[in-house]
């Protein structure tokens, strides 16, 4: 719910409820995840080298901002965006790296605002950026309930450097996290596929050309009676096929590399004359001759 005696500046609102920038965040898919102990650290870095209460690693949503981390605060996870100090961090200008409040309690842009004339009391502030995918999504911030009437050279720095290791750090672990569900989700679609092929009393294969080894499932392996944890090669399967549908199936395979066909056959299994109907997609790119 909105503080109704604190309302974000127009230029400020436009900039936290920009959409690039709110998908930006969406896409970070974080908001509301359990702690996380490299976000925890820098918190606590930047909090010791400004000697102060608090610091945070905040994520500004439209109505609330986020902690991803947060030292000097005890149970508690969020603040209104309406009063929150980071929202002004985030939509200065490109060529301002950090928002400095010295006494929050002389700015007219905070005097009023409930969190310093009410609990935790903020009278200091500094802030800096983390962009993500081009878009200013949070801050890393440290407080104080005292005020200070100058900075040391070079905390500054330090503060936009440790924002920037935290940019980098959002991006890398979205980055991890995306390469695991897609992996996640190639499992379970191989899964399916070889159900599906299995159920359908289907053998799958791919020949790898230039090594002469093939590739198969379990289906494939029993109706050539190929063993289990063999290489398969592709003169393993043929020698595993009829006599006599032999040349029919190596005319297949040359008619593939000649004329760019899809292979296709019917053969029988040597061993048991089963018959089998044998397909495969054109392999006519790899324009070599046939090994036969």
Same mark, same amino acid.
């Given at each position: 719910?909105?503080?109704?005696?604190?309302?974000?500046?127009?230029?400020?609102?436009?900039?936290?409820?920009?959409?690039?920038?709110?998908?930006?965040?969406?896409?970070?898919?974080?908001?509301?995840?359990?702690?996380?102990?490299?976000?925890?650290?820098?918190?606590?870095?930047?909090?010791?080298?400004?000697?102060?209460?608090?610091?945070?690693?905040?994520?500004?949503?439209?109505?609330?901002?986020?902690?991803?981390?947060?030292?000097?605060?005890?149970?508690?996870?969020?603040?209104?965006?309406?009063?929150?100090?980071?929202?002004?961090?985030?939509?200065?200008?490109?060529?301002?790296?950090?928002?400095?409040?010295?006494?929050?309690?002389?700015?007219?842009?905070?005097?009023?605002?409930?969190?310093?004339?009410?609990?935790? %009391?903020?009278?200091?502030? =500094?802030? $800096?950026? /983390?962009?993500?995918? #081009?878009?200013?999504?949070?801050?890393?911030? *440290?407080?104080?309930?005292?005020?200070?009437?100058?900075?040391?050279?070079?905390?500054?720095?330090?503060?936009?450097?440790?924002?920037?290791?935290?940019?980098?750090?959002?991006?890398?672990?979205?980055?991890?996290?995306?390469?695991?569900?897609?992996?996640?989700?190639?499992?379970?679609?191989?899964?399916?596929?070889?159900?599906?092929?299995?159920?359908?009393?289907?053998?799958?294969?791919?020949?790898?050309?230039?090594?002469?080894?093939?590739?198969?499932?379990?289906?494939?392996?029993?109706?050539?009676?190929?063993?289990?944890?063999?290489?398969?090669?592709?003169?393993?399967?043929?020698?595993?096929?009829?006599?006599?549908?032999?040349?029919?199936?190596?005319?297949?395979?040359?008619?593939?590399?000649?004329? %760019?066909?899809?292979?296709? =056959?019917? $053969?029988? /299994?040597?061993?048991? #004359?089963?018959?089998?109907?044998?397909?495969? *997609?054109?392999?006519?790119?790899?324009?070599?001759?046939?090994?036969?």
């Amino acid at each position: 719910m909105k503080d109704k005696g604190v309302h974000l500046p127009d230029d400020v609102r436009r900039v936290v409820d920009d959409p690039a920038r709110l998908h930006a965040l969406a896409a970070l898919d974080v908001l509301d995840s359990h702690p996380d102990a490299d976000f925890e650290r820098l918190s606590r870095s930047a909090a010791f080298a400004f000697k102060a209460e608090i610091a945070l690693v905040t994520l500004i949503d439209k109505e609330r901002q986020w902690f991803r981390a947060c030292f000097g605060l005890d149970n508690m996870s969020e603040a209104l965006t309406e009063t929150s100090f980071c929202a002004h961090a985030i939509a200065l200008p490109q060529d301002d790296d950090a928002l400095v409040v010295l006494d929050a309690a002389l700015d007219d842009r905070f005097k009023d605002n409930p969190l310093v004339t009410g609990w935790p %009391g903020i009278r200091f502030y =500094a802030g $800096a950026s /983390i962009v993500v995918g #081009g878009q200013k999504v949070g801050t890393l911030c *440290v407080i104080d309930t005292q005020p200070r009437t100058a900075l040391e050279p070079g905390l500054v720095d330090q503060l936009v450097n440790l924002a920037g290791l935290t940019s980098t750090l959002f991006s890398l672990k979205d980055e991890a996290r995306v390469r695991a569900r897609t992996a996640a989700a190639l499992v379970r679609e191989e899964w399916r596929h070889a159900l599906t092929l299995e159920a359908g009393k289907v053998g799958s294969w791919v020949w790898d050309v230039r090594s002469g080894e093939v590739a198969c499932n379990d289906m494939f392996r029993r109706m050539y009676g190929l063993a289990e944890g063999q290489i398969v090669r592709v003169e393993d399967v043929l020698n595993a096929t009829h006599p006599l549908d032999r040349p029919m199936v190596e005319a297949g395979i040359d008619a593939s590399f000649r004329d %760019g066909k899809d292979y296709a =056959a019917e $053969a029988r /299994i040597a061993a048991t #004359g089963r018959w089998l109907t044998c397909a495969a *997609v054109s392999i006519s790119a790899m324009r070599r001759a046939s090994p036969w």
